[in-house]
């Protein structure tokens, strides 16, 4: 069974920087994708920003040029970086991970970690 796991969220500032991290374990074979998604109270989850090995690096566009991902795929891990934070990116953070493992491919998912901007 695949699971992720988050790590790194809580409370920070305006203006602030937290880092995520999230590690994928289990039998996995391929990791063709891995992201971060939020949801605030009330709202959707959207996506924040994915990497993958065909389509490269995406992000939202409130989060361009504060926040970046990257991987490492020896560890099957991936970060956040987020820089410059703000009241509204306060939210639940899930990762995503889009995996070939021994029983299927497709999305798994974190527990998801909180992250709180305020003063």
């Known amino acids: 069974q695949v699971q992720l796991v988050e790590s790194g969220g809580g409370l920070v500032q305006p203006g602030g920087s937290l880092r995520l991290s999230c590690v994928a374990s289990?039998?996995?074979?391929?990791?063709?994708?891995m992201g971060w998604y939020r949801q605030a109270p009330g709202k959707q989850r959207e996506m924040v920003a994915t990497n993958s090995n065909g389509a490269g690096t995406k992000y939202q566009d409130s989060v361009k040029g504060r926040f970046t991902i990257s991987r490492d795929n020896a560890k099957n891990t991936v970060y956040l970086q987020m820089n410059s934070l703000k009241p509204e990116d306060t939210a639940v953070y899930y990762c995503?991970?889009?995996?070939?493992?021994?029983?299927?491919?497709?999305?798994?998912w974190g527990q998801g970690t909180q992250v709180t901007v305020s003063s």
């Open positions: 995503d991970g889009y995996i070939r493992s021994n029983q299927r491919t497709g999305d798994y």
């Open positions: 289990g039998i996995i074979y391929n990791v063709y994708a």
